[in-house]
Nanobody
Framework: QVQLVESGGGLVQAGGSLRLSCAISGRILSMYTIGWFRQAPGKDRDFVAA????????YYANSVKGRFTISADNAKKSVYLQMNNPQPEDTAKYYC?????????????????WGRGTQVTVSS
């Protein structure tokens, strides 16, 4: 089990940039996958991006591909989501999640541990 704390959310203009951070505490095993999900009011929690802790393979939702970048700093036990050219439809609460031996990182249910989220609001 790990604990995750998100930070870096806020208000950003469309076309700007924002970087979210996920600080991880606890023992991180090489088989972990760290994912970013988001949820807007009244909507389901949607996959944004994920990264394998060992090897660094990355996965993206089609809606953010080419605009958002996920990265990890193993030494700092942190994962980042660089959001470039955000749009109003990216407005949501963003959550960081961790799970072991996840086969399908795009799905939320395999993730065991979740942070409390950080709000991102994109103005037009």
């Amino acid at each position: 089990q790990v604990q995750l704390v998100e930070s870096g959310g806020g208000l950003v203009q469309a076309g700007g940039s924002l970087r979210l951070s996920c600080a991880i505490s606890g023992r991180i095993l090489s088989m972990y996958t760290i994912g970013w999900f988001r949820q807007a009011p009244g909507k389901d929690r949607d996959f944004v991006a994920a990264i394998r802790w060992s090897g660094g393979s990355t996965y993206y939702a089609n809606s953010v591909k080419g605009r958002f970048t996920i990265s990890a700093d193993n030494a700092k036990k942190s994962v980042y989501l660089q959001m470039n050219n955000p749009q109003p439809e990216d407005t949501a609460k963003y959550y960081c999640a961790a799970g072991l031996e996840i086969q399908r990182p795009q799905l939320p249910y395999p993730y065991d541990d979740w942070g409390r989220g950080t709000q991102v609001t994109v103005s037009s």
